[in-house]
């Protein structure tokens, strides 16, 4: 047998697609589904069909494939209820003393695109004696089957390969075929309407959606089959399943029964009644999941036939419960064990993700830090680069502009205008400046007064390119207090007059401390 235990990224595309599909349908651990998929030769229709029918004792496909001789393929070992057998039992059942359980197939509901419709009313007229014929001829051998019981039994495992067969598919009821949900639909309604209100669970599905259902939630199936044309069909709905021990039992939670009905006179109810042998109505059967026989097999518990009082029908069942309890009981911790462990394994992958998810915000931040503190050494860097540039511009352009200030008047100069300045130094200046001059004049001196103090005059020295001068600094008149800016033009003498006191102040102090303030 192949290891559980395969590494899903040593298998091939084909094969994780297959192992994809087939847990999509099964709800199966990996770990059991890989197994299987490779003992079907990684085939999903087949794996799927085992996994509800259950696998037959030896693998045919295994043993063929390691054989490698003419040797006939193994034979199914699961015991068949056959007339022969009937009286004698095998040796296999004679070492055992296990209870046997029959295999309840999975009855896979027809596809509603293929229901049929009603043949049109000239053929039924056509037909009408044959379909009278074909009546009488089949209450005669019902009549034999209910007096002869092996018969029909015997007849029903000759012809069980032809069930699905479009031939098997016609109803002699006249009843119309509907797809399966709507068909449960119908026998509810028709059971509402026959037998009045009651509070029986009926499933409202199709067999192998509550088959199905039973199998994945560990719950156990009561189908309950029933033919109009007995006449103690009646009596038992009425006296038994509608007693209120039997519907209290069946509703009581604690059971975990799932309730699924049909009539068969329906094409999907006839099906399950010929997969489960079924030879006397009415008919109740209990299916139940069995572990002992396999992993994935769904076996009938008990069957309840003909007329049965409330008390037995509940203590057959009771019975029958309480022998697959203890197995069930079993396959339930196993599967809470395996919920637990994957709720742990998800825990610990959400842990890991949130721890994950964090390095990586603590990563981010970091960087993002790191990369801010970084911006900021490059602008302030950038800062003292362009504050030493134009520290180097404007000391070249006081001495550019220095030596172009014109010398101050003469005494022999009449025409002149005298001005008293307040260097914001607190040191009084004062000097005399021609009446023409442009006010600029007056402010290129408070500006290039330092240049000018220092003898550093010299003519070779050239206007900064690309340097536009602004002068940070503006001359004003205490009293009464006027502001002479330089944007308004004109010539000293037009601006101040003969003569003025004026005080340097300073414009760059705010924007200087404002820059220390953000420091």
């Avoid at 014109?406 to 400046?433: C, H, N, T, W, Y």
Wanted: with cysteine; net charge negative; aromatic share 8%.
């Amino acid at each position: 047998m192949a290891d559980a235990e395969v590494d899903i990224a040593q298998l091939t595309e084909d094969q994780q697609l297959a192992l994809q599909q087939f847990t999509a349908v099964t709800d199966q651990e990996t770990k059991d589904a890989i197994p299987l998929l490779q003992r079907c030769q990684w085939n999903v229709q087949i794996a799927i069909a085992r996994f509800f029918d259950g696998e037959p004792a030896e693998d045919p496909i295994a043993a063929a494939a390691t054989s490698g001789s003419d040797i006939p393929a193994p034979q199914d070992t699961r015991r068949q209820e056959t007339l022969l057998n009937g009286f004698t039992s095998s040796p296999r059942s004679s070492t055992s003393s296990r209870r046997r359980v029959d295999p309840a197939p999975r009855i896979v509901p027809q596809p509603e695109s293929q229901v049929t419709t009603q043949a049109p009313l000239i053929l039924t007229i056509f037909f009408t004696p044959f379909s009278i014929i074909y009546s009488l001829l089949s209450k005669y051998f019902r009549f034999i089957g209910y007096l002869f019981p092996f018969v029909p039994r015997f007849w029903g495992r000759l012809t069980a390969s032809n069930i699905n067969s479009p031939a098997s598919r016609r109803t002699t009821s006249g009843r119309r075929p509907l797809n399966p949900r709507d068909t449960a639909a119908r026998f509810i309604r028709e059971f509402d309407e026959e037998y009045g209100s009651h509070n029986l669970p009926f499933f409202e599905n199709a067999y192998a959606q509550a088959f199905d259902l039973a199998k994945k939630n560990l719950q156990f199936l009561l189908v309950i089959l029933v033919s109009p044309e007995h006449d103690e069909t009646a009596s038992f709905i009425r006296e038994t399943l509608l007693s209120q021990e039997v519907v209290d039992f069946i509703r009581n939670p604690e059971n975990n029964i799932i309730l699924w009905a049909g009539n068969v006179q329906d094409s999907e109810a006839y099906q399950v009644s010929a997969s489960l042998n079924c030879t006397k109505f009415p008919f109740a059967g209990l299916i139940v999941h069995t572990p002992q026989v396999s992993s994935t097999a769904m076996g009938v518990a008990t069957r309840i036939t003909g007329p049965t009082p409330p008390a037995q029908f509940i203590s057959k069942l009771r019975k029958a419960m309480a022998a697959h309890s203890e197995p069930l009981n079993r396959v339930r911790a196993q599967r809470t064990e395996q919920q637990a462990t994957r709720s742990i394994r998800q825990q610990q992958d959400s842990a890991y993700e949130r721890s994950l998810a964090q390095d990586r915000e603590r990563a981010r931040k970091k960087k993002e830090e790191a990369e801010r503190k970084a911006k900021e050494e490059r602008e302030a860097l950038e800062r003292e680069q362009a504050k030493a540039l134009y520290a180097q511009n404007l000391e070249q352009w006081r001495k550019w502009r220095a030596c172009r200030i014109s010398e101050e008047p003469g005494p022999e100069q009449k025409d002149v205008v005298r001005i008293s300045l307040r260097m914001p130094s607190a040191e009084r200046v004062v000097r005399k400046f021609a009446a023409g001059a442009h006010i600029e004049e007056l402010y290129a001196f408070v500006e290039c007064y330092e240049i000018l103090q220092s003898g550093e005059v010299s003519e070779k020295s050239r206007e900064p390119l690309g340097f536009e001068h602004e002068y940070k600094f503006q001359l004003v008149s205490p009293v009464p207090r006027e502001v002479y800016e330089l944007k308004a033009g004109g010539t000293i003498k037009e601006r101040i007059g003969r003569s003025g006191n004026l005080i340097v102040e300073r414009t760059e102090v705010e924007s200087e401390d404002e820059d220390e303030d953000e420091k």
